[in-house]
């Protein structure tokens, strides 16, 4: 059943609530031919951060975006806010939608979710694209360490109750700082959308969790990479000027003992800053709807 927009929308979206996993997640969903591509947010993001990508995927394919546990509109009740908790959430939701297997398509923090979900759960995915992300146990745990260039703000997340204290009423200072983008793409009514959400009651619990959750599971995504390890097509979509997210997508599709997919396949977007979705949606459409249809076509022979 559609609900009414709790928050920013654009024409010819619909917004959905879904309960699973002891949580309730809100989405949005365009399209109605096509293979299904599923975005999943990083941080300090929501949905939102496709909403300019979500109308041009939906020519060609039906397309949902999520909130995450914790994030956006979705439920931040007390419970689990780790990244195997998300996958699951995930897989439960293309589940309950009956559209599965789907394309997902992950981004920045969302890199250990959508990881978890591909490699544990191959046949609800046909797909991985990981947008300027990283992943634990591949190098992602050193952009903590302050004392070789690490972000700050990791650890801040990450420290129980901090988050709470140091920057609930500050949310869209926090965000004007950290989701700045190119000048004039990354718009105002863009940061006002995102500081909303973070401003909610406990509105940090999804990324606090998940960067808790990053800190201490290496050990578990190596071992994920190495036995199923991928058996799903991969692609890696670099901006901001470092092929981080090929680099890290290559290594943890090498590190598996199983036919995964030979190799990765890469983009760059010269030009485009870390939030390429809200930054280049054009850039990044071209980028994935070749990608998708090799896939789709590939199943079908």
């Known amino acids: 059943m559609n609900i009414t927009p709790p928050g920013a929308t654009v024409p010819g979206l619909t917004h959905h609530h879904a309960e699973v996993n002891g949580t309730r997640l809100h989405y949005t969903a365009a399209g109605t031919d096509g293979s299904p591509v599923l975005l999943v947010h990083g941080f300090p993001e929501t949905w939102w951060a496709f909403h300019r990508l979500v109308p041009l995927l939906a020519e060609t394919h039906r397309v949902f975006a999520v909130d995450l546990r914790g994030f956006g509109d979705s439920g931040n009740g007390p419970g689990p806010y780790d990244s195997a908790t998300a996958a699951e959430d995930l897989r439960l939701l293309v589940e309950l939608l009956g559209v599965g297997p789907v394309h997902v398509t992950g981004q920045d923090i969302a890199g250990a979710t959508v990881f978890r979900l591909a490699a544990a759960h191959p046949a609800s995915v046909?797909?991985?694209?990981?947008?300027?992300?990283?992943?634990?146990?591949?190098?992602?745990?050193?952009?903590?360490?302050?004392?070789?260039?690490?972000?700050?703000?990791?650890?801040?997340?990450?420290?129980?109750?901090?988050?709470?204290?140091?920057?609930?009423?500050?949310?869209?200072?926090?965000?004007?700082?950290?989701?700045?983008?190119?000048?004039?793409?990354?718009?105002?009514?863009?940061?006002?959308?995102?500081?909303?959400?973070?401003?909610?009651?406990?509105?940090?619990?999804?990324?606090?969790?998940?960067?808790?959750?990053?800190?201490?599971?290496?050990?578990?995504?190596?071992?994920?990479?190495?036995?199923?390890?991928?058996?799903?097509?991969?692609?890696?979509?670099?901006?901001g000027g470092a092929p981080f997210t090929t680099g890290t997508l290559s290594r943890a599709v090498a590190a598996g003992n199983g036919p995964g997919p030979h190799g990765v396949e890469s983009v760059t977007l010269d030009g485009v800053g870390h939030y390429a979705a809200l930054e280049a949606p054009d850039a990044l459409a071209k980028a994935l709807l070749p990608f998708f249809a090799k896939v789709d076509a590939a199943r079908r022979d």
């Open 126 to 239: 046909l797909s991985l694209t990981g947008i300027e992300t990283g992943l634990p146990g591949f190098g992602l745990e050193a952009l903590a360490d302050v004392t070789r260039g690490g972000a700050w703000y990791i650890g801040v997340l990450a420290a129980p109750g901090v988050p709470e204290h140091l920057l609930a009423g500050r949310e869209r200072e926090f965000m004007e700082r950290f989701v700045l983008g190119r000048p004039g793409v990354v718009t105002d009514a863009d940061l006002a959308e995102f500081a909303r959400t973070y401003a909610r009651h406990d509105g940090w619990r999804g990324a606090s969790g998940l960067y808790r959750s990053m800190l201490g599971e290496g050990a578990g995504i190596r071992a994920l990479a190495e036995s199923p390890g991928l058996t799903v097509p991969v692609l890696a979509v670099d901006a």
